[in-house]
Nanobody
Framework: QLQLVESGGGLVQPGGSLRLSCAAS????????IGWFRQAPGKEREGVSC????????NYADSVKGRFTISRDNAKNTVYLQMNSLKPEDTAVYYC?????????????????WGKGTLVTVSS
């Protein structure tokens, strides 16, 4: 079964940190760009960060620049999103997705696989 599974979400206080993981099963991530997306209640999905297949290129939404870091470990078939200095407005369900083209990743276009998401809640 080809799937992406996110983990690492939870409840954290403002200013805290979480690391999300996106693990693939049934296929290799080696040739895929990977994106993290989020959707807050009542809002549209937004792109958070993307990383190219080699890890050589990354991009970030303005709202998370300097606070979030995306990385990948192809040997573990896993991509990570380190989230620091979390704010209440970061509260959302976070999804990862895999696609062929890094250039289309930030908009979520042509992504072949999507995970089911993990909930991040930032609250005191």
């Amino acid at each position: 079964q080809l799937q992406l599974v996110e983990s690492g979400g939870g409840l954290v206080q403002p200013g805290g940190s979480l690391r999300l993981s996106c693990a693939a099963s049934g296929f290799t991530l080696d040739y895929h760009a990977i994106g993290w997306f989020r959707q807050a209640p009542g809002k549209e999905r937004e792109g958070v960060s993307c990383i190219s297949s080699t890890g050589g290129s990354t991009n970030y939404a303005d709202s998370v620049k300097g606070r979030f870091t995306i990385s990948r470990d192809n040997a573990k078939n896993t991509v990570y999103l380190q989230m620091n200095s979390l704010k209440p407005e970061d509260t959302a369900v976070y999804y990862c997705a895999a696609g062929v083209l890094f250039s289309k990743c930030d908009k979520g276009y042509d992504m072949d696989y999507w995970g089911k998401g993990t909930l991040v809640t930032v609250s005191s």
